[in-house]
């Protein structure tokens, strides 16, 4: 089975026959096809972050983190453009899903992180992505918006709106194979293809009967203009190629960071609510006639 993945290669390039264009913050861009042998671990918990970094960048600067309630958050600025810078600090090339306001920042597509076209990082390298992929030549950069302008509602996705998620995952390293003695005789691929069938059937019914079972999904509230989002802004110039990866299917490290406005971070107790100022009334009632027992000198 194949999987795309896009490959975005640092400053510092350790394959040779990873070629591609330069883009306006001199970072070489790349996309990738991998090879995957073998399926994704579904009950394996994802590590907290492995060492990986993703970082949000308004005007070249990072923005303050906060951590509350397990989680990371950020301030959006309206109308701001930004941009993410992505750290690999292993020895080993991995690969990044990498997701915003719950859509792949590669072709906008809601999937699992293990089926998602994912970007590519050198070991020890960091790329930055700036905007959606909308061609290998040009991407469309991220601004924060209002829910109404984002570009989920534009897709009609509005369901995971405020979150930005990356998912990496490590290269497989060569696998040496060594012989062995002979085992028990293994079953002639009718006998086996019968077998797998069977257990097909069966798991399929069952999940027939536990979708039955479940009560219809509630609809989502419509989107607002006071909460944030991200929008599809000016085109820039981002070349990307494929190339193919095989890769390990258990994820190394997730990053996740959730961005609102400032008076919503206030309302999240993420932020303190500011000071009140006094009211002039208040001050008028609080006034005396009478304190110090004589006149103060000039």
């Known amino acids: 089975m194949f ?19 330069i883009c306006g913050l001199g970072v070489r861009r790349a996309t990738a096809e991998a090879e995957v042998n073998s ?62 306001d719950g859509l792949n920042t590669i072709d906008a597509r809601h999937t699992s992180a293990w089926d998602a076209h994912k970007w590519v990082i050198a070991p020890y390298g960091t790329i930055y992505v700036r905007g959606w992929q909308m061609s290998s030549e040009n991407a469309r950069h991220f601004y924060f918006t209002t829910e109404r302008d984002s570009y989920g509602a534009k897709l ?31 079953p002639p691929y009718k006998d086996e293809d019968r077998i797998r ?20 999904a509630q609809p989502y509230p419509a989107p607002d203009e006071e909460s944030a989002a991200t929008g599809i802004g ?13 890769l390990e299917p258990r994820p190394v490290g997730e990053v996740s960071i959730r961005y609102e ?13 500011p000071y009140p100022k006094p009211d002039v009334l208040d001050r008028r009632e609080r006034s005396q006639g009478f304190e110090p027992k004589y006149c103060p000198q000039p």
């Not at 008076?263 to 932020?271: D, E, K, N, P, T």
């Open 156 to 186: 009609g996705q509005t369901a995971n709106l405020g979150v930005i998620s990356a998912v990496f995952y490590r290269e497989r390293a060569p696998i040496t194979i060594m012989p062995v003695a002979p085992g028990q005789p293994v």
């Open 3 to 21: 999987k795309k993945v896009l490959a975005v290669l640092g400053s510092i390039l350790a394959v040779a026959v990873l070629l591609a264009a």
């Open 39 to 100: 399926p994704p671990l579904e009950t394996e918990t994802l590590v907290a972050d492995g060492g990986f970094s993703v970082e949000v960048l308004i005007n070249g600067a990072p923005t303050a983190e906060y951590a509350a309630r397990g989680r990371r958050y950020i301030e959006a600025f309206e109308n701001a453009e930004y941009e993410l810078r992505i750290h690999n600090p292993s020895a080993s090339r991995v690969a990044v899903a990498l997701a915003v």
């Open 197 to 216: 069938s069977e257990s097909k059937n069966q798991s399929s019914g069952g999940a027939g009967r536990d979708a039955a079972k479940q009560p219809a």
């Open 234 to 246: 000016r085109s820039v110039s981002n070349s990307v190629q494929w190339i193919k990866m095989d």
């Open 261 to 273: 406005y400032h008076a919503s971070l206030v309302r999240l107790g993420i932020l303190p609510r």
